[in-house]
């Protein structure tokens, strides 16, 4: 079962280049974007948040119902995501024209985050920060 997150583009990269002009006296827990994860027939399967605290922006993504093991995530370019293929939600939001994979030694898409380790119960949660 593929999950895919799509969030536009321009404003994700917005909202990472303005906070880094926050103050330290301005710093505050800020939702920046939420959704809902589906799979390919449209059912929800978990949410996924970005959230801003002063300089940093943090998403954490939560699913249940999917195959125990190792999956790949990522931020997508375009802010539409429909099943079942998901070909709506475009490329890896890669605005510097970065290589793929997160740990690629040029740099990876800023759309590239850690992957999903999903238990036996089929339930996982991944964390990624971006300062």
């Keep these: 079962m593929t999950i895919k997150i799509a969030l536009v583009a321009l404003s994700c990269t917005a909202l990472l280049a303005g906070c880094s002009t926050m ?42 119902g999917q195959t125990p093991g190792v999956h790949g ?13 998901f070909s709506t939600a475009g490329g890896h939001l890669n605005p510097n024209a970065h290589q793929h994979g997160t740990l690629n030694p040029s740099g990876p898409h800023l759309g590239d985050l850690p992957n999903i380790e999903i238990s036996a119960d089929g339930a996982g949660t991944v964390a990624w920060c971006r300062v």
């Design 73 to 85: 995530i990522h931020l997508h370019s375009a802010g539409k995501c429909e099943g079942p293929g």
């Design 23 to 64: 103050t330290p006296e301005a710093a505050s827990v800020k939702t920046l974007a939420q959704a809902t994860l589906t799979n390919g027939s449209g059912v929800a399967v978990g949410k996924a948040t970005i959230e801003s605290v002063g300089a940093s922006v943090y998403l954490v993504a939560s699913v249940s």
